[in-house]
Structure formats: structure tokens, C-alpha cells
């Protein structure tokens, strides 16, 4: 696989695990933003590889662990009155306040699985009497083509599609966890796929008003540490700048014609993040002019509202202020088999990570 | 066959009446393909003679799309079968066959299923010796569920048991993993994509049979890695051994089509379903002698030993990736699940 093996060589990532452990002079606590990040990590074992001065710190990027619960409870309300509800794989297993989408699909609700929102187009125009909704969820790597399903629908007359937005954005969150007095972020791993859409130019402000490297990052496990060598360089001469360590597939001004397509459908405004709260000006939301396709609106189910399961700290987890093991309810009342909170369900949640992977054998 | 003879060209309820018109089905379909001396008895079952233990395992089939890429779900139903009785060390003799038909059913496709029931069962040497066929109401089904009971007499020098396993152990796949369960992802609705990657089900039966012949009592398991991939059995078996299991990644015998495939969609090999792939766990003094015998045979031309057991990490599973990195492998929770970015 072209492009992918270069990236996975072992020598070569073996050549910047030496650097780092030749430059690095005392600890740092470096946070990667994105939840492929996380996998990547510890699918090819490399938090047991770096230097223990090196503490990374699991961030907020995991689009299934920030949907808040209540947008859960909406899909779920669909489900249950007739309307086709299609999503990404790995959001059915996330628990609403009282059932996850799983669990209403196997009560009779029409749910279906896809890779890409046009399909749930399709399936509209293919069930023209059933109303049919995407729940579109993600950071801003998704927005593109959620944005084009509508464009879609609205050009080929489909009035029975629509979608749920519960769109999030990172640098808001990244502002949000710097802002937080517990927070001890010395760098950040900037997502990789967000930036091949939006670019680089919201991260320098950032870098520059706290002070913090940010460096671009892929997912190869070469790309992680050579963005972490990145990361430790900056750190230990002690300047901040926005670095671009996955330049293959990240340009400076972004995807021009994805923006396009983002900007034409949607606008900023306020969100809501599981575990976090509202952060304003954190999220997309359809402009006035697509209303028609915003599920919200269509069915009247912006009213439904939802308090977070009390005993869950997912809110601190996202933030890097507390480890998945420093939860009481951590493998005894939450584990994947019965997933309190969402970091315990999606294979990038830190929680779901820290459960498979991180135990005795990691520390030995 | 001329379908036409049949009068109908779909399965309807009255097929599964037990009147007449199952009766017309059986003999123009079932008896006319399966013949044998048990099943021409026409009996409510088959009387058999079997002379040392038997080993006896049964599976249901529901694979949807019922026709895929590289076989059917007949052919699947008799392979799957065969192959479990297989790893329990057993040369497999006979079959019962069940089918529960959701009404609808297109008569071509029943036939064309039941044909390769029939090629699939003489290719593995086992007779079909008795059977059932339901037809359920239009919505009860998927379109065709298939149950099959196999029994196969005990092989003379096997002695297949995790008891039998011990540390330093050699862990052997006969053959690229994943091909099967991205065969079916290829087609399945919403995720249809170009590929020639086909499935892998196939007859394991007389490949296990040479290991024993050859082996004896250093085969110390065989086991199928179907739903849940290689991964899940793996952690089934370090859970039952009380001692660890290190794999390599380098060594996953993995077609380049199918990574790009798991890659592209978010999948993890590792927990990817099999159809014709098996795991043997065998004496470290024999292994290479295993894999050699393997390449030999047409469903082991890529067998490779891909770990060991190790008293390292009891009841674990870890791999060691590309890189030197390892992590734990933990069995497959629920479906395995696409993610979002």
C-alpha cells in the first residue's frame, strides 16, 4: 500500500524514537487532538515505545465522544416514529439517555449503517413515502460531505431528507481545554484530517495567545512520532509555533472546494459537547436558508433535553485532567460490554483505549 | 433440472406445508441430488453405523447477500460445517440438512443453492442423510437460513485439546486471513466497492486430515477463525490455556487488496471473519515440518507460523506491530464497527 507502508517502516520510526530520547531533557505532557490519533498510538504500541519523560494525553477528538446525549435521545425518537435513521458505524452503540441506537434498532427501528451521507440521499429518493435523516456528526473532517448531502438533495428535489447536526469544531475545543484551570498542556498533535479540510491558518493565533507548539499530524505510526519529536524540539527550545509534520496530504490554505461546500451549507454557532458543556462558537449549524433539511426543526425535537449520567467524569477525560483509571466506575460499572459514557465505546474513546489496552502488560 | 417441471418459479408457504407440494419439492430437488442409500429411506431420520467416536457439530447459516463473491450460502453451509467437525480432529462423514425459506424465495436460486450444497458436500466427501425444509411468511426470514448438523468419526492418532497445549507451542494459519468477511462488506448494501476479492470458503477437512496422519498427537488444536476473525479465537484460547499468546504483525498473512480494503473502511483485519482459514497450535519440533506440508496442499500455500505461546502475559493476547510496539488483543464486543474519521 503506497503511501501507507513508507509510513509504517520500522527503521525509520525507530530513528525518531532515538531522537526524541536524545533531546528530551524533562517531562512534557503532549496532547494529540485526534481520536485516530489515539488508535494509532496504541494499535501500534508506541505509548510503551516513547521515553517515559514523554506523557501523552488523550484529546477531545473523538466525534462519538462528544455527541451529547440529548442528539442520541433525538435520533432515537426518530427511530421510534417511523423515520429511516442512517449514521456512521460506530455512533449505534452509544448510550442515549436510556437506550443506545442498537438497542432501538432491535425494537423495530429502521437504522442503517453507511460510509458516506449520499448514500442516505439515495435511500430518500429510493423510499420516497419514508422520511429519511443522516445523522451527521463529526468534527470538520465530515462537514464536506454532510454538507454535500444536502446540496444533493435540495438540487435533485428530495423532501424527505434531512439531517442532524450536532457538527463540532476543534480549535474552540482546544481553547476550551487551554482555558481550563486543571489543564497542563505543554503541545499539541494537531489533527491531520481537520487541517487537510480547513488548513493552517486558525492554529497560529492559538500557538501564538498560549504560548503552545501545535504541529500538524498524521496517523502512521512514523508520522505520530516524528509529530511528537516535532512537538519536543519546540518544547525544549522553548518556542511555539504551528509546524506541519503531515504536509502529504495537509495544505497551508486547506481543501478549497470542501470549504466552499461547507461555507455554502453551513455557519458557526454555539454547541453542545458531551462531557464538556457549551462552548460558543464551537460547532456548524445549517444556515437559515437549508432549514428545510435541519431534522431538528422538521420534527420538532429540539425540545428534547437530557442530563448527563452524573457518575461519568467523561467531561475530564476529553480534557486530559483525569485518566480513565482514575475513575471510580473505570471496568467495574463501565466497560465497553456496558459503556457508561462515550469514551468507553468508540475504539478512539480514551476510555475504550485505556480498558483494552493499558494494564499491567503496558507498565511492565 | 427444467424448472418449468416444477410448476412454480418462487417458494411459497404451501412448499412448507408438509402436503403435496413439499412433497413434489423434495423428490424433484432434494432426493433427486442428495441421493444415497440413508436418505433414499425417506425416513423421519437416518439410521447410521459409526464405528470409533464421533465428534458431531452444528452451525445456521443467515449470510446476507445469499450469493456472494466466490460462493453461495449452500456452499457455505456444508464448508462451515465440515470444517468445525474437522478441527475437532474427525474425518467428516455425514450431514443433516434444514432450510427455513422466507416465502418469495426465487426457485432458481433455491436449486441453484441446492446444487452447490451437493458439489460442495461430494468435494468434501459427506452425505446429506437427512433434512428439514420451513417456509415462513414473507418478512419472517432472510430470503434463506441454513442449519447443518455434521458428524465425522475421530481421527485414530488425534488428541485435540487445549489441555494439550504448552508454552513454546507454534501458532500456524494455513492461509490469508480476512478474505471472506471483506468478500461479503464489498457487497453489502450503502458499501458496495470494486474489488476481485473473493471468499475464501473452502473444505478444510482433508488438509487437517494430513496434519493428523503425519503429526498425530502433536497437532494439539485446530481451530476455525470464522465470525470474530482471528482475533477472538486467539483470546478464547489464551483464556482457556492460563498461559499468553504473542502474534506478529509481519507475519499476518494478509492479501494486499484486502488491507487496502480493511484500511479504507475503518476494519482491523485481525477480527475479520474466515470462511476456508484454520489456526494449528502444535508442537515448536514439528512446526516447521507443518508449514512445509501446508504450502504443499492447495488450501495451505500461504501457511505461515505467526506467534507462540508464551508464559508471558497469562490469558492475553499480544501482538507485536510493524513497529516493536505491542499491544493487547482483545476479542471482538460487538459487530466490528466502521469509524467516522
Known amino acids: ?364 | 433440472m427444467d424448472l418449468s417441471e416444477l410448476g412454480f418459479d418462487t417458494i411459497n408457504l404451501g412448499h412448507g406445508s408438509g402436503g403435496l407440494m413439499t412433497r413434489e419439492l423434495l423428490d424433484k430437488i432434494i432426493f433427486k441430488t442428495f441421493s444415497n442409500p440413508f436418505l433414499d429411506q425417506k425416513h423421519d431420520g437416518a439410521i447410521l453405523k459409526i464405528e470409533n467416536e464421533i465428534a458431531i457439530s452444528t452451525d445456521s447459516f443467515v449470510i446476507s447477500p445469499i450469493f456472494f463473491k466466490g460462493g453461495n450460502i449452500g456452499e457455505l453451509a456444508v464448508n462451515g460445517t465440515v470444517n468445525d467437525v474437522a478441527m475437532c480432529g474427525a474425518i467428516p462423514k455425514y450431514l443433516s440438512l434444514a432450510f427455513i425459506v422466507e416465502e418469495g424465495l426465487k426457485m432458481e436460486e433455491f436449486v441453484e443453492i441446492v446444487n452447490s450444497i451437493k458439489i460442495a458436500a461430494d468435494k468434501s466427501g459427506v452425505q446429506i442423510v437427512t433434512g428439514d425444509t420451513k417456509v415462513v411468511e414473507r418478512g419472517n426470514g432472510d430470503k434463506i437460513f441454513i442449519n447443518t448438523t455434521g458428524f465425522g468419526e475421530v481421527h485414530p492418532k488425534a488428541n485435540i485439546s487445549t489441555a494439550n497445549i504448552r508454552v513454546g507451542d507454534k501458532i500456524i494459519l494455513n492461509g490469508l486471513i480476512a478474505q471472506h468477511g471483506m468478500a461479503i462488506m464489498s457487497q453489502r448494501e450503502g458499501l458496495e466497492f470494486e474489488s476481485t476479492i473473493v471468499s475464501d470458503t473452502t473444505n478444510l477437512n482433508f488438509l487437517t486430515n494430513k496434519l493428523l496422519d503425519k503429526f498425530g498427537n502433536k497437532v494439539h488444536l485446530f481451530r476455525d477463525p470464522t465470525r470474530g476473525g482471528v482475533a477472538s479465537v486467539l483470546s478464547e484460547i489464551a483464556n482457556d490455556i492460563n498461559n499468553g499468546i504473542i502474534i506478529f504483525e509481519d507475519k499476518l498473512p494478509l492479501d494486499k487488496q484486502v488491507a487496502a480494503a480493511c484500511e479504507i473502511l475503518g476494519l482491523d483485519p485481525l477480527y475479520v471473519a474466515n470462511e476456508g482459514v484454520f489456526i494449528a497450535i502444535v508442537d515448536a519440533e514439528v512446526a516447521d515440518e507443518v508449514v512445509i506440508l501446508m504450502n504443499n496442499d492447495e488450501n495451505g500455500k500461504n501457511a505461515i507460523c505467526i506467534g507462540e505461546i508464551t508464559e508471558a502475559h497469562p490469558d492475553k493476547v499480544v501482538m507485536q506491530s510493524n513497529i516493536g510496539g505491542k499491544r493487547i488483543v482483545t476479542p471482538l464486543i460487538g459487530e466490528q464497527l466502521p469509524r467516522i474519521c
Open chain 1, 1 to 364: 500500500m503506497k503511501y501507507l507502508s513508507e509510513y509504517r517502516n520500522l527503521e525509520a520510526t525507530k530513528s525518531y524514537l532515538n531522537l526524541i530520547e536524545k533531546i528530551i531533557t524533562k517531562p512534557w505532557n503532549i496532547m494529540e487532538i485526534c481520536g485516530g490519533q489515539t488508535h494509532g498510538l496504541v494499535k501500534n504500541g508506541i505509548l510503551e515505545l516513547l521515553p517515559e519523560k514523554v506523557r501523552m494525553i488523550h484529546g477531545p477528538g473523538c466525534p462519538v465522544c462528544v455527541t451529547p446525549l440529548n442528539l442520541i435521545d433525538k435520533a432515537i425518537e426518530l427511530l421510534e416514529n417511523d423515520v429511516i435513521v442512517c449514521s456512521f458505524g460506530d455512533m449505534i452503540r452509544v448510550p442515549g439517555s436510556k437506550k443506545s441506537l442498537m438497542e432501538a434498532k432491535a425494537r423495530g427501528g429502521d437504522l442503517r449503517i453507511l460510509y458516506s451521507p449520499l448514500e442516505a440521499v439515495k435511500i430518500a429518493k429510493n423510499n420516497p413515502n419514508k422520511e429519511v435523516v443522516f445523522f451527521a456528526v463529526g468534527f470538520e473532517t465530515t462537514a464536506p460531505a454532510n454538507a454535500l448531502s444536502v446540496l444533493h438533495a435540495q438540487k435533485e428535489k428530495i423532501k424527505n431528507y434531512s439531517i442532524l447536526v450536532s457538527h463540532v469544531l476543534v480549535p474552540p475545543a482546544m481553547e476550551a481545554i487551554l482555558d481550563d484551570e486543571f489543564s497542563n498542556i505543554n503541545a499539541f498533535l494537531g489533527a491531520g484530517h481537520v487541517c487537510a479540510i480547513m488548513g493552517l491558518q486558525e492554529y497560529y493565533p492559538l500557538a501564538e495567545k498560549y504560548k503552545i507548539p501545535i504541529i500538524i499530524t498524521g496517523f502512521e505510526p512514523l508520522d505520530l512520532v516524528q509529530g511528537i519529536y516535532l512537538a519536543v524540539e519546540q518544547l525544549e527550545k522553548g518556542i511555539y509555533n504551528v509546524e506541519n509534520q503531515y504536509a502529504r496530504v495537509v495544505k497551508e490554505e486547506g481543501n478549497k472546494a470542501a470549504l466552499k461546500v461547507i461555507h455554502q451549507v453551513f455557519e458557526i454557532g454555539d454547541r453542545e459537547w458531551r462531557g464538556i458543556g457549551e462552548i460558543p462558537l464551537s460547532g456548524y449549524r445549517l444556515k437559515k436558508e437549508f432549514k428545510d433539511f435541519d431534522a431538528e426543526l422538521k420534527f420538532g425535537i429540539s425540545n428534547i433535553v437530557v442530563p448527563e449520567n452524573s457518575d461519568c467524569i467523561a467531561g475530564d477525560i476529553l480534557k486530559g485532567i483525569k485518566k480513565p483509571f482514575e475513575c471510580s466506575q473505570f471496568g467495574n460499572n463501565c466497560t465497553p460490554f456496558k459503556p457508561l459514557g462515550a469514551p468507553m465505546v468508540s475504539s478512539e474513546g480514551a476510555c475504550a483505549a485505556y480498558y483494552h489496552f493499558s494494564n499491567n502488560l503496558i507498565s511492565s
